[in-house]
């Protein structure tokens, strides 16, 4: 069974452009996650979608968005981007979504200069 | 505010050491605390803790929750140079805005 796929994998942009980061959850899992990894904040949840709704929010900005398909994947955009918001995002799938395990993707690393 | 402490944040330990990491938390509606290792590539799932005072194991791993001290603690016996890693603790709370609230990590150094 494949895992988690995340793309791309590394990326660079600049201030002020958007970003869109790409998940392929697990066949069968209706969930999907992202979160924010950097080091002096760690993991921060950034939201959950489930059937094609986002039924799960983190306290970040609206700059932050996210949806899901029919098949599942999820995409996640970033619009005007600032340097801080340089970090790995990370995509996680589960069968029935929080509460249960989540399997992470290898994530996104995002640098923005 | 919900929170999750990791302690310590990092450790150097010899190879045959015994290990414990510990979680603790603040969390309004507690459901579940979980544990996941991160080396330099994504998260992969260790424990589930929803009941006080039930031991999980799996190998040298072992993990047990406290739910009235609001802790929960991640031992190693016998490390081994592969378990160098990130651990990663998270608490999910219950309720309509489900979600996961992450430590910091504990930096696990084995040296040979």
């Known amino acids: 069974k494949a895992g988690v796929t995340q793309t791309p994998r590394y990326l660079i942009k600049t201030r002020g452009q958007q970003v869109t980061l790409s998940c392929s959850p697990i066949?069968?899992?209706?969930?999907v996650s992202w979160y924010q990894q950097t080091p002096g904040q760690g993991l921060q949840f950034l939201f959950e979608?489930?059937?094609?709704?986002?039924?799960n929010k983190g306290n970040f900005p609206g700059r932050f968005s996210g949806r899901q398909f029919s098949n599942s994947r999820s995409e996640m955009n970033v619009s005007t981007l600032e340097l801080g918001d340089s970090a790995l995002y990370l995509c996680?799938?589960?069968?029935?979504?929080?509460?249960?395990?989540?399997?992470f993707g290898e994530g996104s690393w995002l640098t923005v200069v | 505010e919900d929170k999750v402490v990791q302690s310590p944040l990092s450790l150097v330990v010899h190879e045959g050491d015994t290990v414990t990491l510990n979680c603790s938390y603040e969390?309004?509606?507690?459901?579940?605390l979980l544990w996941y290792k991160q080396e330099k590539k994504a998260p992969t799932f260790l424990f589930m803790l929803t009941s006080s005072g039930i031991e999980k194991k799996s190998g040298r791993l072992s993990s047990i929750l406290d739910k009235k001290e609001l802790f929960s603690i991640l031992n190693i016996t016998a490390t081994q140079t592969g378990d160098s890693a990130v651990y990663l603790c998270a608490v999910i709370n219950a309720g309509n805005n489900r979600k996961l609230i992450w430590g910091l990590g504990t930096s696990l150094a084995v040296n040979p």
């Open positions: 996680a799938s589960s069968l029935e979504g929080i509460g249960n395990t989540i399997y």
């Open positions: 066949s069968g899992h209706r969930s």
């Open positions: 979608y489930f059937s094609e709704t986002q039924r």
């Open positions: 969390v309004t509606n507690f459901r579940s």
